[in-house]
């Protein structure tokens, strides 16, 4: 059965920092491009990042470019999200998925047909 699991999520501090993890269970995650996307309480859900499954390029949205980092570890068959510097409206369900390319990693809905974790809370409050 074909999985992608999230986890790293939790309550932090504004300006602190999280790493979250996306691993896979039945397929190579660097056979595919890897996105990240976010959804906050009554917001749609939005790309925040994404991984190219060829070079390992990374792309970011203005809103987390500086303080987001997307990697790979082949090794560990897993993709990294780590966050620093966080803010409360960073808040939200964050959620790893996987296609061929990362041209439209920005809008959830290209990344339908492909897998999707489950999620994980990540919430930024004082």
């Known amino acids: 059965q074909v999985q992608l699991v999230e986890s790293g999520g939790g309550l932090v501090q504004p300006g602190g920092s999280l790493r979250l993890s996306c691993a896979s269970a039945g397929f190579t995650l660097d056979h595919y491009a890897i996105g990240w996307f976010r959804q906050a309480p009554g917001k749609e859900r939005e790309g925040v990042s994404c991984i190219s499954k060829n070079d390992g390029m990374p792309y970011y949205v203005d809103s987390v470019k500086g303080r987001f980092t997307i990697s790979r570890d082949n090794a560990k068959n897993t993709v990294y999200l780590q966050m620093n510097n966080l803010k409360p409206e960073d808040t939200a369900v964050y959620y790893c998925?996987?296609?061929?390319?990362?041209?439209?990693?920005?809008?959830?809905?290209?990344?339908?047909?492909?897998?999707w974790g489950q999620g994980t809370q990540v919430t930024v409050s004082s």
């Open positions: 998925a996987s296609d061929f390319t990362c041209m439209f990693y920005t809008d959830y809905r290209g990344w339908v047909n492909g897998y």
